[in-house]
């Protein structure tokens, strides 16, 4: 899929709704799904999984901004939007049904991002122990500038230093976790937490 393809995706109008016909298009291979937002009614589509996946951003995946284009008979229409809710089958990691989010391409909106940690931290090079507390963040920017990840360096954290989400920054995007929310924090070496008690008792 080449570039200018991303995020283009065939949709059709659905008449009908239940349980019935849901089970009734996925035995033809075809999901369930819903468009809503901006003031306007909602409209139940008949959607290819298949066509889906190929149209997402192999970067941002559930975060692809789409263009919608929607048949109805022998009309087509335009809808630009985002996907906001999906069900799928743990088993076999198929999309079951989705729910689109009409969104205006020049106003933000928020979704979550993985958070991707590398490097190795000079306190763990001295014998401590990294520990990692966040796997996603919750961002604000426009459809089309959706973060792929917050990429965290963890290599300059010494031992006993922690690392907040106010240390870290997005291009085009708002990270909106607080910012003492911790990302990472290395622990002091074994023999440095024993030599630290050993000074406590002492004073006592």
Same mark, same amino acid.
């Given at each position: 899929m080449t570039e200018s393809e991303i995020g283009k995706l065939n949709v059709q109008i659905r008449e009908n709704s239940g349980k019935g016909v849901a089970r009734k298009l996925r035995a033809q291979g075809l999901i369930p799904g819903v468009l809503y937002g901006k003031g306007e009614g909602n409209v139940m589509l008949t959607i290819s999984p298949r066509e889906l996946r190929r149209a997402m951003d192999p970067r941002r995946k559930l975060n692809t901004f789409f263009t919608l284009n929607i048949q109805?008979?022998?009309?087509?229409?335009?809808?630009?939007?985002?996907? #906001?809710?999906?069900?799928?089958?743990?088993?076999?990691d198929e999309f079951l049904h989705v729910d689109f989010l009409r969104v205006d391409p020049n106003n933000e909106v928020v979704t /979550?991002?993985?958070?991707?940690?590398?490097?190795?931290?000079?306190?763990? %090079? &001295?014998?401590? /122990? !990294?520990?990692?507390?966040?796997?996603?963040?919750? %961002?604000?920017? /426009?459809? @089309?500038?959706?973060?792929?990840? !917050? &990429? %965290?360096?963890? #290599?300059? +954290?010494? *031992?006993?230093?922690? !690392?907040?989400?106010?240390? +870290?920054? !997005?291009?085009? &995007?708002?990270? +909106?976790?607080?910012?003492?929310?911790?990302?990472? #924090? %290395?622990?002091?070496?074994? *023999? &440095?937490? @024993? *030599?630290?008690a050993d000074d406590k008792k002492k004073k006592k």
């Open positions: 109805s008979g022998d009309s087509t229409s335009v809808e630009q939007c985002v996907l #906001t809710d999906y069900q799928a089958d743990p088993i076999r /979550k991002i993985p958070v991707e940690y590398s490097g190795r931290a000079v306190g763990v %090079v &001295a014998g401590g /122990k !990294l520990r990692t507390y966040q796997r996603t963040v919750r %961002v604000s920017a /426009k459809p @089309a500038q959706i973060p792929v990840k !917050l &990429a %965290v360096d963890v #290599t300059p +954290l010494q *031992a006993g230093q922690t !690392l907040r989400m106010k240390d +870290l920054s !997005l291009e085009n &995007a708002t990270l +909106l976790e607080h910012p003492d929310v911790v990302v990472a #924090t %290395v622990d002091p070496p074994r *023999a &440095a937490k @024993a *030599a630290g």
